[in-house]
């Protein structure tokens, strides 16, 4: 059987960063190719290729064995491919059959939208995928799963020829997500060609008749599912060379500063308990999804816990703002450090005292001598590259700005600094200065919280490792057991190894 859509070669580059290099994909009809990877292997690049988001800088797509381009999301769309996210981009205040027929709906002879016609093409097509919905409900009121359904019925309609269901079951039901395989048997003897990605290896192995593994944004292999195992498919995810050095630590943990007990989230976590000492470096892996990051903001008072106890050096602490978070001594660096971490229009000065005001006003002015001065003395540790400090912080690279951020925060001289993936999307020359600063903060007596998708990072600077799944702990990993095929067997529910 020949494939449908077929990729060879696709490279595509983003200042500083190399997402997918001269990869392959096959898609053919009636199966389901499962691709398989960590975070940052090229997933989502690939699939923003597929759908005309991106263009690749090189490489070819073939369709049917024609050579095709995808210029915009229309173009791939029109050409039969579409794709449906964990997040429906859909319209809450349309009606199932506006948002399935949005665009191409059928017309009467005076070119007007032929309503009665739109409902009744909406009903067969939901039928035809065994939906059970009312194409005038509003879709705001309905659920994930219905919206889902949604989705794929809008699909059809556009009569796709390749669906690409990128983490459908994330928040799903039991019930729901077996309504989901069914659905995709359906479209399977329709004789879609299906792209289904998850970090899910039960979904993978229930669903899938074929496989692609993606590793740092390289091809790695492909097969069916039926000649591989979950331990071979957890090999090629992971079995990489690490080719970067780690500062050397003489690792020496004090008493504990961060004691988290039964912490939990009405719908991002559960039970969440953990201790972090002086001096640790304490890693949290996790696939997509895990509640990680959710975790670290609520620490950091962004969000709101329903239940669970904060005890810094012992003694409770009720964090309900990011400034009661702050005066505890708890400090967050968000991976999103361009929305969420710097003020762009800022110069880098102002960025890095902004949260230390009180320490260099006099009187209840602001005093731009030490303003200056502390923002030097911290910028300079993290080896801060500038032309100056009074230049707007927008201008910066990704990995100084990450800088900038990590100085601000340490200028307010926590006990416990979060930093949420610290060098994604930097150079490794960034990398490695980050990296040997954290291990300098270490060194000094911080006690310091890593959340990275990044297997070498989390095995090369943590002291232990936590593995997060679905929103819980499932796994503390420490000495021989810090090895990659242990963290991902845990973060994709797998049972340990015999």
């Given at each position: ?13 983003f200042p500083g960063v190399k997402a997918l290099s001269g990869v392959d994909l096959d898609l053919y009809p009636g199966e389901v190719t499962a691709l398989i990877g960590e975070n940052g292997a090229g997933k989502s690049t690939i699939v923003k290729v597929l759908t005309g988001i991106y263009q690749p800088d090189e490489g070819t797509i ?98 796709a020829r390749v669906v690409v269901l990128d983490e459908p079951t994330a928040a799903l039901s039991h019930q729901e997500i077996h309504e989901l395989y069914e659905l995709v048997e359906k479209l399977k003897a329709q004789g879609k060609a299906i792209l289904f990605i998850s970090h899910k290896f039960d979904e993978i192995f229930r669903i ?159 005093r731009m001598s030490e303003e200056f001065a502390l923002a030097r003395s911290y910028t300079q540790r993290l080896d801060l590259r500038a032309a100056a400090l009074d230049q707007d912080v927008g201008l910066l690279s990704g990995g100084n700005q990450q800088k900038v951020v990590i100085a601000k925060w340490l200028a307010t001289k926590p ?84």
């Amino acid at each position: 059987m020949k494939p449908v859509l077929c990729l060879r070669g696709i490279s595509k580059s983003f200042p500083g960063v190399k997402a997918l290099s001269g990869v392959d994909l096959d898609l053919y009809p009636g199966e389901v190719t499962a691709l398989i990877g960590e975070n940052g292997a090229g997933k989502s690049t690939i699939v923003k290729v597929l759908t005309g988001i991106y263009q690749p800088d090189e490489g070819t797509i073939e369709f049917d064995g024609q050579p095709v381009r995808f210029p915009s999301a229309d173009a791939a769309a029109k050409a039969g491919v579409t794709a449906i996210h964990q997040e429906t981009v859909l319209f809450d205040d349309l009606s199932v059959a506006e948002n399935i027929w949005l665009g191409h709906a059928p017309r009467t002879r005076w070119g007007l939208i032929d309503r009665m016609e739109m409902r009744k093409a909406a009903a067969r097509l939901l039928e035809s995928i065994g939906a059970t919905l009312n194409p005038d409900a509003r879709l705001g009121d309905l659920g994930i799963a219905s919206r889902h359904m949604v989705a794929i019925a809008r699909a059809l309609s556009i009569e796709a020829r390749v669906v690409v269901l990128d983490e459908p079951t994330a928040a799903l039901s039991h019930q729901e997500i077996h309504e989901l395989y069914e659905l995709v048997e359906k479209l399977k003897a329709q004789g879609k060609a299906i792209l289904f990605i998850s970090h899910k290896f039960d979904e993978i192995f229930r669903i899938a008749d074929r496989y692609t593994v993606f590793r740092d944004g390289q091809f790695v292999g492909s097969g069916k599912m039926t000649d591989v195992t979950e331990g071979q498919l957890v090999q090629m995810m992971v079995g990489r060379s690490v080719d970067q050095i780690f500062p050397a630590r003489t690792r020496q943990t004090g008493e504990p500063v961060l004691t988290v007990a039964g912490y939990s989230h009405p719908t991002e976590f559960a039970d969440i308990g953990f201790t972090l000492h002086r001096g640790e470096i304490l890693g949290f892996y996790g696939l997509v999804g895990a509640g990680r990051s959710e975790v670290m903001q609520a620490l950091f008072g962004i969000t709101k816990p329903s239940k669970g106890a904060v005890r810094i050096e012992g003694q409770i602490r009720v964090i309900r703002s990011t400034t009661e978070a702050v005066a505890a001594g708890i400090v967050y660096v968000p991976e999103d450090r361009g929305r969420q971490g710097t003020v762009k229009g800022l110069p880098i000065f102002q960025n890095v005292t902004l949260p230390s005001l009180g320490a260099v006003s006099r009187g209840g002015f602001l005093r731009m001598s030490e303003e200056f001065a502390l923002a030097r003395s911290y910028t300079q540790r993290l080896d801060l590259r500038a032309a100056a400090l009074d230049q707007d912080v927008g201008l910066l690279s990704g990995g100084n700005q990450q800088k900038v951020v990590i100085a601000k925060w340490l200028a307010t001289k926590p006990r416990v600094i979060i930093l949420d993936e610290p060098t994604k999307g930097i150079d490794i020359g960034s990398k490695a200065a980050v990296h040997a600063f954290m291990a300098e903060l270490a060194a000094q007596g911080l006690a310091v919280i890593m959340v990275s998708s990044e297997i070498p990072e989390v095995l090369g600077m943590s002291d232990r490792v936590i593995v997060m799944r679905e929103g819980r702990i499932v796994d503390e990993v420490e000495g021989d057991r810090m090895t990659p095929e242990t963290l991902v067997r845990a973060a994709a529910g797998l049972a340990a190894a015999a």
